[in-house]
Structures are given as C-alpha cells and as structure tokens.
C-alpha cells in the first residue's frame, strides 16, 4: 500500500509530543530546531525525534525529566546527533515546502481567473523561484551559525552566511536589472501549472523519504509505551 511515511512520522510525532510534560516538549521543540539546522533531509530529523520522544516518554514514567536521561551533558548529546545526522540534500528541503507552496500558488491563480484573461509568465515564475532559493538560503545560514563553537571560528561562518545572503541578493535583483519583455499567459494554465508542479514534488517526497524509510524506519520506536 502506498503511503506517505514522512506525513505519517511527523503526524505521530506532533500527537506523542502533546503528550508529554511541559518542560519536556519545550525542551524537544529547541532540539527539533537544532535538527532542522543540522539536515536538509526534514524525514531524518523527524526520525530522531522520535527516538527522543519515546526516551522523553520512558523517563516520563520513571519521573524524571528528559534532560536528566539525555545524561550529565544534554547539550553535548544533542551535538553528538546533530553531527551524526544524514545531512541530506538541498533538494530535500526543496521537496518538502513545494507540494505546499505549489498547491497555494496554484489556487490563488484559480481565483485569480475568474478576474483576469492572463497573469504575467516571467514575474509568477520569478516569485517562486525566489521564494525556494529563499528557502535554501535561510536553511543555509541557520546551519552556519547553529553549530557549535568549537567546530569553526565566527568569522568563517559569519562569511560564508554573508556570502549566502549576497548571493540571494544578486538573484532578486536579477529581474529588475535585466528587466525582460514579459509573456502574458493564461491565468488557468499556470493555475494547472503549479498544481501539477505541487503533485510532482509530493510524489517525489515521497518516494525519497519512503526510501529513507526503509533503510532507517521510524515504527519499531514508535510502539513503545507512551508516559501517561
């Protein structure tokens, strides 16, 4: 049968998550961000939450709190993860956020069509493409700054985040300095466009992570008692 086992792992997750104690989930959440910055692959850092969750969840039922199972040094177990992590690649935060972006652009053209005959080609085009390089770049500067000091000096990674922000900089820029002729294009066909663009990268998703599934699956963790 097929199915979307990202979906069905962070679904999982956010229902365990509630169920746990307050500091323990305010405390998951900084570590979910740490992982989100350490991977470009969302189906990873979700798979090692979940193995932080069912440990937050055992400890729960031995009354102690999560930071106390991650060991005498939390903060070093959760750089010890993050560096162990499969890194993924930009492709994989790419194909995570365009099912959702490409289905809202593609239903805000449908409304748009029944005011107006065409939507300019070139500028719909160049929003989205800025909107996913906007994605890759902030991904790329929170990991230059979210790894821990003693593995660079500042001044490499504040740099290399400046040279990110440069970068994106020059590809906004781009429309206004060269300024091409626009094409008119019919308002349902880039409607359809977009929807059929959200439908590609869902099913490209999923089969990345399902594959990533099979190698590192989630579900054996996931049938482990949940603290009450």
Do not use: H
Not at 127 to 150: D, H, K, N, T
């Amino acid at each position: 049968m097929f199915c979307d086992e990202y979906f069905l792992l962070r679904r999982q997750n956010r229902r365990d998550l509630r169920a746990l104690a307050d500091g323990d989930r305010e405390v998951l959440r900084g570590i979910a961000r740490r992982l989100d910055d350490a991977t470009w692959n969302s189906y990873e850092a979700q798979r090692v939450l979940r193995d932080l969750i069912d440990l937050a969840a055992r400890a729960g039922q031995e009354g102690r709190p999560l930071t106390e199972a991650l060991g005498k040094d939390p903060a070093g177990t959760v750089d010890e993860l993050c560096a162990a992590i499969d890194p993924g690649t930009p492709l994989d935060r790419l194909l995570t956020w365009w099912p959702a972006a490409g289905a809202a652009s593609g239903a805000f053209l449908a409304g748009m069509a029944v005011q107006r005959q065409s939507w300019p080609l070139w500028g719909t085009a160049a929003v989205f493409a800025v909107y996913s390089l906007w994605l890759l770049a902030s991904a790329q500067f929170r990991r230059q700054f979210s790894q821990p000091p003693g593995k660079g000096s500042l001044s490499p990674r504040l740099l290399a985040g400046l040279g990110v922000l440069l970068a994106l900089a020059l590809v906004v820029a781009v429309p206004w300095l060269v300024r091409p002729v626009d094409v008119p294009a019919p308002t349902w066909a880039l409607s359809l466009g977009f929807f059929a663009l959200a439908a590609a990268s869902w099913a490209a998703r999923t089969a990345r992570y399902n594959a990533c599934a099979r190698r590192r699956p989630w579900r054996e963790s996931a049938q482990a008692p949940r603290a009450r």
